[in-house]
């Protein structure tokens, strides 16, 4: 126990280890922030949105497409937008056109809303038509009151009462009707692969990196056993009486006890406990590593150049692997710790 003290002691004292502890811990809250959000918006179709009408209709469908969870608004001017369009940062232009809201109560089909996008473009087409279903309530209603109008010779209700009536009837359980869907999942290997998003890569990617962390920060913490051999303390230890493997043991717990909350910070990626779990059994097997190489080699430089390249190249292969995933690669790529790490995490 007395080692297992000592070994966090020095590990605190150690101000190179304590340096890249607290850059690798700022780096996650960065990735685990920042990056982990922006992926899952970025995976919709990013689109342009410009508003030229202020009626209420209008400004009810720019809050609906907002809200469609299939695209990512960037909204501005049109110039902005076109300049947007021609880096390639959007996909396509919305634009409600002046007048919208007019149109839609005199059940006015025409220029309603304008898209502008490439001649090679085929994603505006499917985006105008889950948008096509914000405005067709609008459009349904008004042409419905208006064909409610020109029925009979009896006394109407007006515009705002029968919207009323209308919103009641939707609200209605005697109303409600629903419809069976079967979902079915792919056999096609093919068809799987399509399913792929740009959120899941982005995920991926980070959770590489998180391990690219991990597997440097164990590597830092175990270049303190290559100190002491070289220093002469690990040589006058071992003519002390007792159990050499317990010794051992402690020196390992030690530093991972000194490295675990990283391995949770990372964890929390997934924000379960599954993923604080993997993150600190993966972390345990790097820190098995380092430490058995650090006190196999007793040299820091050789410690440092192996120990460099083994954590780049863990890190290489976790990356490939991603993309092998994808389009296809070696077998073995997805057993290596990197890549087993990221398939659990995800």
Do not use: H, W
């Not at 605190?12 to 685990?32: G, I, P």
């Not at 043991?249 to 490295?259: A, P, Q, R, S």
Request: hydrophobic share 45%; with cysteine.
């Amino acid at each position: 126990m007395n080692r297992f003290i000592l070994r966090i002691k020095l590990l605190f004292r150690d101000r190179t280890a304590c340096l890249c502890y607290a850059v690798s811990a700022l780096v996650m809250f960065c990735l685990l922030l920042g990056l982990a959000s922006v992926s899952e918006e970025r995976s919709a179709v990013p689109i342009g949105l410009v508003v030229e009408d202020d009626s209420k209709e209008a400004l009810d469908l720019a809050e609906s497409i907002r809200n469609t969870a299939a695209v990512y608004v960037t909204e501005g001017t049109e110039e902005e937008l076109k300049e947007e369009l021609l880096n390639g940062y959007i996909n396509c232009i919305f634009i409600i056109d002046e007048g919208y809201g007019e149109r839609v109560r005199m059940s006015d089909n025409d220029e309603l809303v304008t898209v502008i996008s490439g001649t090679d473009d085929r994603m505006s087409v499917v985006i105008g038509d889950i948008i096509g279903g914000s405005m067709l309530y609008d459009i349904c209603l008004n042409k419905a009151y208006r064909a409610y109008l020109s029925v009979g010779d009896n006394e109407k209700l007006s515009k705002e009462a029968y919207n009323t009536y209308v919103i009641g009837l939707k609200n209605d359980p005697s109303f409600e009707f629903s419809f069976d869907v079967t979902y079915r999942n792919p056999d096609s290997q093919k068809i799987e692969e399509s399913e792929i998003t740009n959120g899941m890569i982005y995920r991926q990617m980070i959770t590489g990196m998180l391990a690219m962390l991990l597997c440097l920060m164990a590597f830092v913490s175990c270049n303190c056993f290559c100190l002491e051999y070289e220093n002469g303390v690990a040589y006058r230890l071992k003519e002390l009486p007792g159990n050499r493997f317990p010794s051992f043991l402690m020196d390992f717990f030690g530093i991972f006890v000194y490295t675990i909350p990283l391995s949770i910070i990372a964890g929390f990626l997934n924000a379960d406990i599954k993923g604080v779990l993997y993150s600190i059994v993966y972390l345990g097997i790097m820190c098995i590593v380092c430490t058995v190489l650090s006190k196999s080699v007793k040299k820091t430089e050789a410690y440092q150049l192996v120990g460099a390249v083994l954590v780049i190249g863990l890190g290489i292969l976790g990356f490939v692997s991603v993309f092998a995933g994808i389009i296809g690669g070696p077998e073995f790529l997805k057993y290596t710790p990197n890549a087993i790490y990221i398939n659990l995490l995800l």
